[in-house]
């Protein structure tokens, strides 16, 4: 499978316990983007990063959580002290740029901060 | 105001319908358009991307108004396949590179 790919699927945690969730996105890629979602509503975005520099954060992103990307190829979202209110879908996307700049998303990794 | 406005629905429509979606956009710097997919509990998938002349994919036909700052989506002959949520979907451009989501619209085909 040459699309994006995220690890773990799933992922149950107690509050105030400390997540990494993990994105491959497509080889020839080198645009990584973060989003979350919630029920209802659409994606909101995160984070980009262009190689392995972080060029776009969200206000969304509050100080406890991170996100990195350090070779250009995969990449990291930590939520450190999770609240219930992080409960979400967190979507990975991944995208070449180019005039239209599409996304390609991965399965996500769906939260349940207990 | 949201920057992506759509109707929720459901929009229940039988097999064989045509049935269209519009969604407005609040920011006029927005240079590019789409519209996702999203199955329950699944990622968005890409169904297309909305160019200024207007773009057809078969059976999906999307439009661009940029005097108003709304895009369509025109499903023909609905199949029970295409029962699913889409989003309609911006990018702003001007250095940003995120995408921001409509809540999408719902539809249901039945038979």
């Known amino acids: 499978d040459t699309g994006v790919s995220q690890d773990p699927r799933h992922k149950i945690t107690k509050r105030g316990q400390n997540v990494t969730f993990r994105c491959d996105p497509i080889?020839?890629?080198?645009?990584l983007y973060w989003y979350r979602q919630t029920l209802g509503q659409g994606p909101e975005f995160l984070t980009y990063?262009?190689?392995?520099?972080?060029?776009?954060k969200s206000r969304l992103l509050s100080d406890r959580f991170s996100a990195e990307r350090p070779k250009g190829s995969f990449s990291t979202l930590e939520i450190q002290r999770t609240e219930q209110g992080d409960s979400a879908m967190y979507l990975c996307?991944?995208?070449?740029?180019?005039?239209?700049?599409?996304?390609?998303f991965g399965p996500g990794t769906r939260l349940t901060v207990l | 105001r949201k920057e992506v406005e759509q109707d929720p629905g459901p929009f229940n429509v039988p097999e064989g319908a045509t049935v269209a979606f519009n969604c407005t956009y609040s920011?006029?710097?927005?240079?590019?358009f789409f519209w996702y997919r999203q199955d329950c509990r699944k990622e968005p998938k890409l169904l297309m991307s909305?160019?200024?002349s207007g773009n057809e994919d078969g059976r999906f036909t999307a439009q661009l108004n940029r005097a108003s700052q709304y895009i369509s989506l025109l499903i023909r002959d609905s199949k029970l396949s295409d029962s699913a949520t889409y989003l309609c979907?911006?990018?702003?451009?001007?250095?940003?590179?995120?995408?921001?989501f409509g809540s999408g619209t719902r539809l249901q085909v039945q038979p």
């Open positions: 996307a991944s995208g070449s740029g180019g005039a239209h700049n599409e996304q390609f």
């Open positions: 080889s020839e890629h080198n645009r």
């Open positions: 990063f262009q190689n392995e520099a972080q060029l776009e």
């Open positions: 920011n006029s710097a927005s240079q590019s």
């Open positions: 909305v160019y200024s």
């Open positions: 979907v911006v990018n702003t451009g001007t250095g940003r590179r995120a995408l921001t």
